[in-house]
């Protein structure tokens, strides 16, 4: 590794909204405002664009072309009169809510705030924009002030303030994690806010590079520049990154979210109990066990909208997944299958995968026409070891190529024929974090070729999920698309819920799946949740699983899945003694649906999250800002998981601030002030909720929708 600085630089050009320069390699670097509150900031090492298309950037747009936007391309950006000042040492941008100031003898940036004129963020000077000459990596070194908050990073695992930490990114299927320290995870999402108590500012960083990469956060230590820095890397393309400037975290995310793609609107079926298992469709007899799950919940009274059909069902005679391939011997009629569900109220989502086994019947047919990633050398499908059946069981395959045009149309053809003509209802992306060795492996580019390595394991996830997004579209086109994908990257959002994948059975998970669905509602992708009960271990006691169910209901995906090792199945039944909890918890979850929609509408019309952390609306409550397991759904409820067994009762804080300092309890309707902690009766029964004072929730009630307001009682009007 040999790290170069490219400065100095010297100006080149400027234009009303920005400046362009040179480092003394040729290396290229340009500033530019797009909006009074967006400033993007380009270098290219080699003085042009790496890789000259993006498809995270919409710039307010439903989706971006097909083959990619154009990172030349300014379309959507409000023509902006910025001013722009250059000297023999320092470039200037001035827009009506920041100035920022490029010393050239350094390349370091410095931000500040025009309301107070204080400085919010500057980079580390002797490293701000150094990259590796000897290899492809590219950083971005700032300075860490002592009392910055550093929020989002999309799924990472950990406390929800990720100062002092360092995040490995790059899509990976991290089975059987662990939620407090595990990474990398499934999701690929370089964007994180900061925010600064002292000046009550809040900011955006989103950088544009799909390539592996690294933020650490303040834990790295050096003598020579000393410890008050944190650093970006990504081990190819350029430095692609947009500051957004808030001040609010709200306003923060509405930008990003402008920039990225506002989050889809799925249908309401979405938002209701979501049922799977991976236990039904790996039996001999899948098809009986399958009418038997809709026959259980007509029979315990459970209301379920969806189930996923897990994989099992593709299965050969040899018991390898074949994606697009039936089982006829334990599914032998689909179609009366997916009507039994429909009959029950139950529409279906099956499970797909993106690569092909050499054994699968249809790989020679896709590579004789070039239809996988392939090998730079021999120009065949480049070979990688996958997921076959069995625990750990792998067999060489290839990854089908979405960056081809005919793979891309290929794969929504066989949706279509294999699985919608039997009426399916959605579509669930699995396995799809494209992991493959061979950074050097190619993608058709839609005709430009280029590394996968250069960000492309990631946008074959983002091009996989819009895919299966338009068959559904195209089959239904009166109907909302419903996507389901374990991977993602920015803009994943615009196609599909998500999920934090292959979760471990213990009240660790529990906890800590807490922080990582609200770091990933932070980051764009707000429409998440995990699975109920832990997906693999030994099966949940009674009260882990209540307490799992009870938590679940709040997040925007309410899903109980499993594959438990001691042969067990995750199902609301599956401990008689609490069935009756169970059932209320459930219930509750359908009487918010409302609820959950409108908070839905609001996410795809503004990009406000569902779920909130507590610091989302009242950062200037210091204790709200390390809060990671309490979190707000929406506005106006404050949940309280209850995380530890054999608790009965739990200590809440109860935030303060100008969103709201008065709380009322939900069951109750005792009235609390804010800024204090309280403590309240946690019986198995339940968990604490309160709502916001003056706030109003859309309940279901006996097939109408009433809206419940919260008052505080105390006061002489009671409101």
Not at 374 to 384: I, K, L, N
């Amino acid at each position: 590794m040999r790290l170069t600085n490219p400065a100095p630089f010297h100006s080149e050009s400027q234009t009303d909204s920005g400046f362009t320069l040179r480092g003394v390699r040729g290396e290229h670097l340009r500033v530019s405002a797009l909006t009074s509150t967006l400033v993007r900031v380009e270098h290219l090492p080699e003085g042009r664009y790496r890789l000259d298309r993006t498809w995270s950037i919409v710039a307010g747009e439903a989706d971006t072309p097909l083959e990619g936007r154009r990172r030349e391309d300014r379309a959507g950006y409000d023509p902006l009169a910025a001013e722009v000042e250059t000297s023999s040492a320092v470039c200037r941008l001035r827009t009506e809510k920041i100035d920022v100031a490029l010393d050239l003898r350094t390349g370091a940036l410095t931000w500040i705030d025009r309301r107070s004129g204080a400085e919010f963020a500057a980079d580390l000077p002797q490293r701000a924009l150094v990259y590796d000459r000897a290899g492809r990596s590219i950083y971005h070194y700032m300075k860490q002030r002592p009392d910055e908050h550093y929020y989002g990073f999309g799924e990472v695992a950990g406390a929800l303030d990720k100062r002092q930490s360092r995040i490995r990114m790059s899509n990976v299927d991290a089975a059987v994690y662990d939620a407090r320290t595990t990474e990398p995870l499934y999701k690929h999402i370089p964007f994180y806010i900061t925010y600064l108590p002292d000046q009550h500012l809040a900011y955006g960083l989103f950088y544009d590079n799909l390539a592996a990469t690294t933020f650490d956060m303040g834990r790295e230590l050096n003598g020579t520049f000393g410890s008050a820095f944190h650093y970006y890397q990504a081990e190819d393309g350029d430095l692609d990154y947009y500051l957004i400037y808030g001040p609010s975290i709200e306003r923060v995310i509405e930008q990003y979210t402008w920039l990225t793609g506002r989050p889809a609107l799925l249908p309401e079926s979405a938002l209701g109990y979501l049922g799977s298992t991976m236990t039904y469709t790996e039996a001999p007899d899948a098809q009986a066990q399958l009418a038997k799950f809709a026959q259980l919940c007509r029979e315990h009274d459970i209301p379920c909208d969806l189930f996923h059909m897990s994989s099992g069902y593709t299965t050969g005679s040899s018991g390898k997944r074949y994606v697009f391939n039936w089982n006829h011997e334990r599914v032998p009629d689909p179609a009366k299958m997916v009507q039994t569900f429909h009959d029950a109220g139950i529409q279906v989502a099956p499970n797909i995968k993106p690569h092909l086994l050499r054994s699968h019947p249809r790989y020679a047919e896709v590579a004789e026409r070039g239809g996988f990633i392939s090998d730079p050398e021999s120009g065949d499908p480049a070979s990688h070891p996958f997921w076959s059946g069995g625990l750990y069981e792998v067999e060489d395959g290839a990854l089908l190529d979405f960056t081809d045009p005919q793979t891309y149309e290929w794969w929504k053809a066989q949706i279509k024929t294999h699985l919608l003509s039997y009426g399916m209802d959605a579509i669930w992306n699995d396995n799809n974090e494209f992991e493959m060795d061979d950074d050097d492996a190619t993608c058709d580019g839609f005709g430009a070729p280029f590394r996968i390595g250069l960000g492309g394991r990631g946008l074959q996830t983002l091009l996989m999920g819009r895919a299966s997004c338009e068959a559904l579209r195209e089959f239904y086109p009166h109907r909302k698309p419903f996507v389901l994908s374990r991977a993602g990257v920015p803009g994943i959002q615009r196609y599909a819920q998500t999920w934090s994948g292959d979760n471990f059975t213990s009240w660790e998970t529990l906890r800590w799946n807490m922080p990582m669905g609200l770091g990933l509602s932070l980051s764009g992708v707000p429409n998440t949740g995990h699975d109920v009960g832990g997906f693999f271990g030994p099966a949940p006691d009674p009260e882990l699983f209540v307490r799992w169910v009870q938590a679940g209901i709040f997040f925007p995906r309410f899903a109980i899945h499993s594959w438990n090792t001691d042969g067990t199945v995750n199902e609301p039944w599956m401990h008689p003694s609490v069935l009756p909890l169970i059932r209320e918890a459930i219930k509750l979850r359908y009487r918010l649906k409302p609820h959950l929609a409108a908070l839905m509408r609001e996410a795809h019309e503004t990009g406000h999250p569902i779920l909130r952390p507590l610091v989302y609306h009242y950062a200037e409550d210091a204790r709200c800002r390390g809060e990671s397991f309490d979190f707000m759904l929406g506005g106006d409820m404050l949940i309280a998981p209850v995380l530890e067994p054999g608790m009965i009762s739990r200590r809440v804080y109860l935030p303060a601030g100008g969103h709201g300092s008065v709380w009322v309890d939900f069951y109750s309707e005792a009235v609390y002030d804010g800024g204090q902690e309280v403590v309240v009766d946690a019986p198995l029964e339940r968990i604490p909720v309160f709502a916001r004072a003056g706030g109003s929730i859309a309940f279901a009630e006996d097939g109408v929708i009433d809206h419940r307001v919260f008052s505080d009682t105390r006061s002489p009007s009671g409101s």
